[in-house]
């Protein structure tokens, strides 16, 4: 999955989007790697960044930017776009998993020439549908590989608002009845 760097314009209410170029996100001094250890810094393995934060640790990152994900780069005639919203960590000792939100643009879109609209797009008929990504990167508290953990048909999954909360209620409404907290 192509995590892409973006220009963002915006005029009478429609973002405009080209393209910078591609951006690797995970390995030792990737931006998501670089957030979580500035947090290990200061003692929090629980942690926060909006996509500005993230985009702020790219090289020739501005305000001005947006990261966009390219699910499905390799099926023919398809755009599936995801801008990045905000994404949280969580170090163990060696791995760090993460929640992102993100927010969809264009998902399963036909398109004859996919290269070319994502050169440059507009968001008029974009989605704007909000839904919930599980990654996890190869690094944490005491080993420093920050490389992707594997993704595929079974661990990379995308959630909708209305999947996430159901999984939410059902995972915490679990642990809450096994400490013996009521729910």
Not at 11 to 31: D, K, Q
Request: charged share 20%; hydrophobic share 40%.
């Amino acid at each position: 999955m192509p995590f892409l760097l973006y220009h963002r314009s915006e005029e009478h209410g429609t973002r405009s989007f080209s393209l910078v170029r591609e951006v690797e996100l995970a390995g030792r001094s990737g931006p998501i790697p670089l957030l979580a250890q500035e947090n290990l810094v200061k003692g929090n393995r629980a942690w926060h960044a909006t996509a500005s934060d993230v985009v702020g640790r790219i090289r020739g990152g501005s305000l001005a930017h947006d990261l966009i994900f390219d699910l499905k780069p390799s099926v023919p005639r398809n755009v599936s776009l995801y801008r990045l919203v905000d994404v949280w960590g969580y170090c163990h000792d060696v791995y760090t998993p993460l929640c992102l939100k993100l927010e969809c643009l264009f998902s399963d879109r036909h398109e004859p020439e996919p290269a070319g609209f994502k050169r440059a797009f507009d968001d008029r008929q974009a989605s704007g549908t909000l839904l919930t990504e599980f990654l996890y990167l190869n690094g944490g508290v005491r080993a420093h590989s920050w490389t992707w953990g594997i993704t595929g048909r079974v661990n990379g999954a995308l959630l909708w608002n209305e999947a996430f909360s159901y999984f939410a209620g059902v995972v915490s409404g679990t642990l809450s009845n096994r400490e013996g907290i009521e729910s």
